[in-house]
């Protein structure tokens, strides 16, 4: 009691110190619960209004639950999952309590409806839930059994875990269930073969002795090239990607991926890997590619410069890389160079060598960039590489910012093999290979005997080719850079043909007579049925059918011409035939279909129709397409008629009411007599009591 009250007196003056009037400065200080007045000195100058100073109460505060919340067992945790926005309507979330019946007008379906269908049950009691109707057993299952009550509830629940916290648990849970992991492979000194298989990388070894691999730049996840994709041992490929340009005049001589000396000099190909069994690569060195890549460059202190010195001997290693085992390859002759329409003719350089990229500064054009890099390989198995050559297309690039396209290639050849020949098929057409077409030729035999048999090109993809643009969209003229038609792929191509305003209306049959060259092209007379059909043998080929062109191109007014065919559809029909499981595809018709004629017009946009303007060119295009048509005629399932039966019952069925032998049965009279006289007793049993 005595410690009560001095608690009681101890209080009251603390509370009697924090409300006693102030007297410092003069003031006089009024607290309440949430603000304090402040009144200003009692003198004779200008008093200001009462100042308030608000201050906000202090907010209630609540224990922070650090347990995690136990969540009940044997129970859908879910019955929702469809409702994730707080306080606001989910689509088409037909149990979203935030979602009105106006909502739920508007939906075009309920998409909650997630459970797993359990084929067991007699009836899904997501469906009792979903129609909220009265639960019954639908005894319809298709099943012979079905459960109608599950005694044991807890099966059809995940035992609810607890969370890791430890190391231990964490390893030991992946241990037991498994592990995903990105991580890198750890690193392994890698082992070479006594010889090279198919799809193994081609190694290089580089006037620096690092060791490399034969590179084939390809497009992986953009349309850029990616300089770290091999080339496959044996396998013929061709891959096409893009070099951005931002800055032509710095890419276009220190840019190595636009100069052809990147792709055969500065490194030779190892013929065999067991030449690398014994040997131990340096680390990688950068070669100065500005200085000749046959030339090892000596040591420079140039600090401008960002090539890593490389020294000119290499200690116990000198002539490793003058090895017989190592082989240069060659620059096939004639290398090509572009033109502007996209013809490659030969460059004709002064003296052989292949230049690097030069930038005209004058015209702004990088001249001798690298377009295409073809790689010719000649092996004999087991026995390596015995030649490499490289066929090179130079061009030309003259704007900042446009992509430069090019193309890369492998073909591997057999070093013992003579007149190889690629075919489409074997017999029937294979996806993707181009249709096997030429002419019909005949040569007078020195009997007499005149003979026939199709002319073939050795160039497969100009067997049957369609149109093909330029980079700038005009046609290609040059029958080699055609594109060619290949089994079962439908394409469209187009180009386009530039005409003037003063030469639409003089000149109708010459843009006909282009049109037309650029739609054929070489046309072919005939197209073998099946992908290795004999040249010899004229029947396995069948006629192209051409159709006629109706009517002449002409001009009834200036700037315009009517009657023009600018398209053509090549359509392919074509059968599978053999067996069932193994279809064989034969080509049993080809026909060009030119599309009707239609009327070029040279329309008016923009500055085109303005006086003086005569001569701007229009652009008018030619597109040809290719469609395959299949025909093949299933054979009819044919069905024998229903067997009938002889109903027969075994000779003992009626037994003990018969007794005999299998071949003749009598009748057992005692065994018949017994019986009615039981049905008589039983009758009259039953009248009594009725009685």
């Known amino acids: 009691m005595a410690s009560a009250s001095r608690g009681r007196l101890l209080s009251f003056v603390l509370l009697f110190l924090f409300t006693w009037p102030s007297s410092q400065q003069g003031t006089d200080t009024l607290t309440t619960d949430n603000s304090v007045v402040t009144n200003p000195p009692l003198t004779n100058a200008p008093t200001d209004p009462p100042v308030v100073v608000t201050s906000q109460a202090p907010l209630p505060t609540t224990a922070v639950p650090t347990d995690a919340t136990e969540l009940p067992e044997n129970t859908d945790l879910g019955p929702c999952i469809c409702d994730l926005t707080v306080n606001g309507c989910d689509v088409n979330c037909c149990c979203d309590p935030d979602c009105t019946t106006d909502d739920r007008n508007t939906f075009s379906e309920c998409i909650e409806d997630t459970n797993v269908v359990d084929e067991r049950l007699c009836i899904q009691s997501d469906i009792i839930f979903l129609e909220n109707t009265p639960e019954t057993v639908d005894t319809s299952n298709p099943s012979l059994f079905c459960i109608v009550t599950d005694n044991f509830e807890e099966r059809n629940y995940y035992t609810i875990p607890q969370t890791v916290e430890t190391v231990e648990r964490f390893e030991e849970l992946t241990g037991q269930y498994g592990d995903t992991s990105y991580a890198a492979p750890p690193y392994q000194n890698e082992t070479y073969a006594d010889f090279y298989k198919s799809g193994d990388a081609i190694y290089t070894i580089y006037e620096s002795l690092s060791l490399g691999v034969v590179g084939l730049p390809a497009p992986l996840h953009t349309s850029e090239c990616e300089d770290g994709n091999p080339a496959s041992y044996l396998y013929n490929e061709g891959t096409e990607c893009v070099r951005r340009i931002s800055n032509l005049q710095d890419q276009c001589q220190g840019d190595p991926a636009l100069s052809a000396l990147s792709y055969y000099t500065g490194f030779k190909i190892v013929t065999t890997p067991s030449f690398l069994q014994d040997f131990s690569p340096p680390d990688p060195r950068l070669v100065n590619m500005t200085e000749t890549p046959t030339v090892r460059p000596t040591p420079t202190t140039d600090p401008n410069t960002t090539n890593i010195p490389i020294p000119t001997t290499f200690p116990d290693n000198d002539s490793l890389y003058d090895s017989l085992e190592l082989l240069e390859i060659t620059v096939r002759e004639p290398v090509l160079c572009e033109s502007t329409l996209g013809v490659h003719i030969p460059c004709n350089f002064d003296g052989g060598d292949v230049p690097t990229p030069e930038y005209n500064s004058t015209s702004g054009i990088c001249e001798y960039i690298l377009k295409e890099v073809n790689y010719y390989i000649t092996h004999n198995g087991t026995n390596g590489i015995m030649d490499a050559e490289v066929q090179l297309v130079l061009g030309s690039h003259s704007m900042d910012g446009l ?182 595809a034969k080509v049993i018709g080809v026909r060009y279909n030119y599309a009707e004629g239609k009327i070029l017009k040279y329309h008016c946009s923009g500055a085109y129709c303005q006086v003086g303007a005569d001569s701007l ?21 044919v069905l024998a008629e229903r067997p009938s039966f002889d109903s027969k019952l075994p000779n003992d069925f009626f037994y003990p009411f018969t007794f005999g032998s299998s071949t003749r049965l009598q009748l057992d009279v005692r065994l018949l007599y017994v019986l009615i006289c039981c049905y008589v007793v039983v009758y009259v049993q039953s009248w009594d009591i009725r009685l």
């Open 403 to 584: 992509s430069l396209t090019q193309f890369f290639s492998t073909s591997f050849i057999k070093f013992d093999e003579v007149d190889v020949f690629e075919r489409s098929g074997n017999p029937g057409y294979v996806i993707g290979e181009p249709l096997m077409a030429g002419n019909l030729v005949q040569l007078a035999e020195p009997d007499g005997i005149i003979k026939k048999s199709i002319e073939l090109g050795n160039d497969r993809n100009n067997w049957l080719t369609i149109v093909k643009g330029t980079a700038d969209g005009t046609c290609v003229t040059d029958a080699d850079s055609r594109t060619p038609v290949t089994f079962g792929e439908d394409v469209r191509s187009g180009c386009t043909i530039r005409v003037s305003y003063e030469n639409v209306s003089n000149i109708c049959e010459f843009i006909q007579a282009s049109a037309l060259n650029a739609l054929t092209g070489q046309m072919p007379e005939y197209v073998a049925m099946f992908g290795n059909s004999a040249v010899e043998v004229v029947g396995d080929w069948v006629p192209i059918i051409v159709d006629d062109l109706l009517g002449l191109p002409s001009s009834p007014s200036s700037g315009t011409c009517i009657n023009m065919v600018m398209a053509l559809h090549i359509e392919v029909l074509y059968a599978n035939v053999g067996s069932l499981a193994n279809p064989q």
């Open 617 to 637: 060119t229009q652009s008018f295009e030619v597109a040809s397409s290719v469609g395959f048509v299949e025909t093949s005629d299933y054979p009819e399932a």
